[in-house]
Every structure is written in structure tokens, then in C-alpha cells.
């Protein structure tokens, strides 16, 4: 029997903060819609005091009030209290090598706008990926707006590694270096007042996995663009290593003397099996601005893949082998029960998760007894951005009394 | 401020066993002597009852009282309690390809007891080794009982993946497959009655490692043998993964179409720098029988290594770089701040660190700004099995009241 989940805050404010997180939070874990008397059951408070914060979430449209229904036996009729989807709502923000993205979530975890656009060679700077994401953000919160949401809070995937200040110390492939991309990003008018964390791509794209599928607790998010990363989940938390540096899958090495890779080592995963890695095997253009799908590189390929093209095919196998072995090698070191394939290999997984599976069976030791299993990502390219937004939400239903209106 | 450690369980002797534990972790936890009204003031019970249940801890020899001292300042006497060197015992025992061991810890993590014995080649059966197994812990048993300590459980170090029931699904090395190691060991006379835990070597020798440098509190600990194996600590917590079989560092592929594996697989790191890798490579018989030190052929390697033995030199050369990929795509995957160096690789240090630490700084993305240092374990081969003597005296630290005699 976990212990009930009461608390003796010291003051008077953080009591009736810390409750209100409580109230809350039975509303959202709830399966179905939960009454006050529910509430001050599951919590321990008086019926007075649930109802009291009842009154202020709904206040702040962080709860909604369902219309009492007669259930399907009859009997006293079904009153309940569900998240809102019109209330607070969460900004996931994305800057990767060669697009930006923004979305909103509202309090359920519906996704209410989304946009992604590619970025041209020469925006590719710091400061002008962040004027660019800036104005996504605008546009963002505009459509927020328009549909009766108040943006409460926003989040920033970036690919490489961040430390706590939010600044981006590494990022090979943007051949960024101690980058205060949380300033420049801050300092764009559409975010003026809103809180901004940043976070790695991977370890965003992981949390946003887990959120569609919180049964698989135990995985390896594998997301593949330009460069690879990897979030890794271990009985439902995510696993951020030291300093939220873990899973750099891309920089794994497949063949210790292979070709050089912009981390400055040889033979990393993603010289084999990043997006331009393949494309390059293809004898494709590496052509940028198509990470995010739509009539890209990526799409032709998927296209020419599906024509069968000799090419095409070669450069797939060639890359699943190398993936195979990378992903055999992280389940080898950190003992997981699946493999999700995400961002581009969403599309290309029909063509690469069958190599990926015989390369686990032959190489992960545990398989012999209990193979992991590989599957396909439910959000594909855009799980790093609505991951994101999953980490604004996160917050907002930790301290809801942070968040009023 | 964290929250005073109190509970209240649902029944008297509950009450009593919670309390009992959290006296004897005052005691455990103190850097110097405590007073019973130290542990009262500590835990929130009254002066009487944390008395009478340092009587009890007295009568079961678990804490031990000091004499009074008059401080160097005068004063008041300084009385206080510590962990008792002469009450109960932690068993200690390992199996590994070619050689066994048993050691004694007191309850203050002393060894007062240590016995390692090759196994000959017609002994590797997993019953043969259990009886052998017998005999150790028979001796290490008497050893225990003649300085005045009780043993009062024993948990056994496996080179392979372990099961919850204790089953060794699979050990490579020793070519086991589901082998019911814990049955066939409490079987053996000198084991009747005891409490008996199996766990992976590596699993425990980093468990060993933390409890002897705890400010080291994220880790990988490197067990090389016959086998490789890797024990991870993260903010001073063993990463056990899904179902503990974390860390198979060994098995972990430095070249995808290298010489071929005990696994099954082709290129692990065991086939580099594993024992009888290096012996072979330097071409010497790999002698088994040897791991465990004394006059084998390792303590050989190392005087040869010594007297500047070229064959000896460039196979710890060899072996050495591909321990730091291996042990670098441990760190892009794992983020942590340091590499300790254990088993054979602790004798071997001074020929092999430096090639590691470079290969480091080469191929892990965040050592661009900050490195991961290597260092050399305090307890070489002897981590498991003292690790596994260490996992049953954090089992009677926590549950003290199950271990009254």
C-alpha cells in the first residue's frame, strides 16, 4: 500500500500550493472523471477544502466540469471533473540541424497547432535559428489564442548537450559551441515573460515516447536525423546519466578506424546512418531541409525505396547493419526491453527494423533468453518537439499554483 | 531539510523492526561515536525507547559501546556507539571461470577473512564448482566463528546474467546455461540455513567500489577477466537496467566483422582485451587458473610488462585501445564523470590507462568540455567478491531486527 500522499508544507501558501498539485494531479491520473468527493478521498483533505481547489482550478480552465450524465444502469448520476483542453497550454520548441518546429499542447496532451520549417544554409547561426524560431513561436501563440489557450510555459529540444544554465555546449552537427541559446531565445519578443527550459532532443523525444505508450517503461528511443541521438527509458523515468548527457547513440562506434566524423572520432554511428550518411551511400544529394519530412530528400527516398531502387536499397542495409550493431551494443551496456525507432527511421522502418532485429538477436547477450523487441515510433519526427511541450506540461501539473492566470 | 525518517507500520513488531533499523542507521551513518540520546534526538523516540533498543543492538553484538573519554578540551566524557567489529558477518563468495573465493566482512565492512582457489579445468561444472564452493565457505565460516563473528547471510558473485530466482541463464565464459546456481550452493553443508543472494560479479564489484569511494558517486567500474564485465553507479546508485543485466561491457562490439566470441557474436571487447586475449596476443598459453593474481600468468604479464617485453607491451597496447572505445561508447551512452579500472586492468593500470584516457578525450562527445577521468580500483580482483559481502551487510543494515540471533 504506497503511503497517502499528504505533506505539511510550512506556510500557509505552500500548503494550498502543495494541495492544489494534489488535486490536480488525481484529476489527471484519474482514467476516468473524478468528483471532489473522490478527490478528498484519494487526498485526505476535507470535502470543504477539495472543493475550494476544485473552484480554483476550474478558475484557471485547468480542470473542466463535466455535465451530469445517468450512467448506463441508471443509478445517481455520473458527475466528474476532466483535465481542460481550453485552459493553460504548453509550447514545444525545436531547433535542429536543418529545420526549426513549434507546437502547442493543451492540458490533455492534444497537439492544437504545429509548425516546422526548414532552414536555409545561411540561417543557420545561433542567433538567426533563434529570430527564426521566434517567429514560429509568434505564430505558435497566435493560434494558442485563437483557440481560447493560454501559453503557460515553453520548452526547447536542441541537438546536442546542454548543460543546467541552458546553454548549448556541444552540437557537432550545427558546429555550435558553448552557444547561450536559452538567452537568444528568451530575448525573442514572442517568449518575453514566458518560462523557457532547454533540453536535448533525445532525452525529449523519449519522454514524448513514453507519454503516447507508458506501458513499454523500458526503451530505447533511437531518433534518427542528420545526427542520431537516443533516449533512454528505464521503468517509466527517463535515464539522464551524470549530466543529462546520456544517450549519444550517434557517436558510438561502429568501426573504430571508419571514416572521420564531425565530433572529431572515427567510424561513428552516424557516418553510417544519419540522414546524409545515407543519402550520400545512395548517391543522393545530401540535400538539407528535409529532416522534417514533406517532399524532402527523405520523402524521395522512402518513395525509391518503395520502387525498389537497387541504390537505395544497398544504402538502407548498409545502414541498418551499423544501426544494428550500435542499438545491440546500448542494449548490451543498459539492459532494456524494446527498441523505438524514431525520426527518420519511422518512415525508413520497414526497410531497416528487420536487420536491426537479427543484428540484436546476434549480438545483444541477454536475446538468447529474452530478446528485446524493435517497433516503430508513434510520433516520428515529431516527438522531440511535442516532447517538449510533454516537459512544459509536466511542470505545470507539478505546481499548478505557479501557473494561475 | 529533509523530512525526519519516522513511520508508523500497521502493527507492534513492525514498529519495533522499523525502529531498530533506523537506530542502527544513526549508528552506521555517524562519522564518529553517537550516544543513545543522539539516535533519540535523530529518529524523534523517546530517550527510553531508543535506549532499550540499543540494548538490544548491544545483546546482538551489532553496535559496541565505547568507553568513556574526557575530550581533548576537557569536558564532559565522550561516550558513544559504534558498528561492532565482533557480531554478525557477511559471506562473501564468487564463482568465476577459473577460480572461486569466499571472504568475511564485519559488520564495519572489515575483511576478516579471504580465501581465493583456482579451479581445474575438470572442476568447471556448475556442481563441482558448488561443492568446491562448499569447502571455501566452510573454511570462512569456521575463520569467521574463531574472531568471535556469527555469519549471518551469504550472497554469491556470478560472471553471467541472473535471474530473480536466482537461475544464471547465462554465462559464456563458463559456457553455462540456465544452471540453478542458488540451489545447487545452499545445498553445500557449510551454507545450510543462511540466507543466500546471487548477483552478477560486476554488478557487486561496483557496488564494492562505491562503498570504498562514495565521492565518486557516478562511475563506470571495469571487471576485466577471462570476461569483461561493467558495473555502473549513477549519483552513488547502482544502474541495474530492466532486469539487471546492465554493463555487459564485454560483449560490447569494437570491430562488427572481428574474430568471433563466446556469446556467439563476432568483435566483442572480450575478444580484445580480455585475459586470454592479452595472453594470447602476446603469445603466451592463456593459462586459466590465473585471474585471482598470486604467481599465474597474469602476475607473469605484469613482470614482463615491467622488464619492457615487447610482445608483452604491444598486446597491452592493442588491448588498450580497444578497452577505450569500448569503454568510450559506455560513456556517450551512460554520461558519467569517471572510469575505474578493476580487476586485471588494476595490476595492468600503468600499461593501459593512458591509451584509454586518450581514446577518451578522442571519442566521447562531452569530453570536449568535460572529460571523464580514469582512475584505478581500490579493491581489484577482490571487488566482487567483496561486493558481494558488502550487498548482504546493506541487508542486515536495513532489516537488522531479521538478524538477531
Redesign the interface.
Known sequence: VPPPRRAQPADQRSVRSHNLALALSEVAGAVSPVSRADIATATGMTRATASSLVEALLAARMVTELAPRIGPQGGRPATGLTLSGDGPAALGLEVNVDYIAACVLDLTGTVKHREVAELAERDRTPAASAEALGRLAGRATAAAGRADLRVAGAALAVPG?VDADGIL??A?NLDW?DVDIRGLVVRQPALADLPLAVDNEANLAALAELSVAPQDG?FLHVSGEIGIG?G?I??GAL???????????G??????SGPECS???RGCLEQYAGQDAILRAARRQPARGTSAGGDGALARLVQEAREGDAQVLEALARAS?ALG?AV???L??????HVVLGGIYAPLYPWMAPEVERQIR?????S???PPTVRRSALGADAAVVGAARSVLQRVLADPGAYLP
Request: aromatic share 6%; net charge positive; proline share 4%.
Open positions: 548537450l555546449r556541444l557537432p559551441r523500458s537516443a533512454i528505464v521503468d535515464y539522464r546519466g551524470r549530466h543529462g548527457w546520456s544517450g549519444e547513440l557517436h558510438v562506434s561502429v568501426d573504430p565530433c572529431g572520432s547493419v550493431v545491440s551494443t546500448a548490451n551496456l543498459l539492459d532494456l526491453d546476434r549480438r545483444v547477450l541477454s538468447q533468453w529474452k
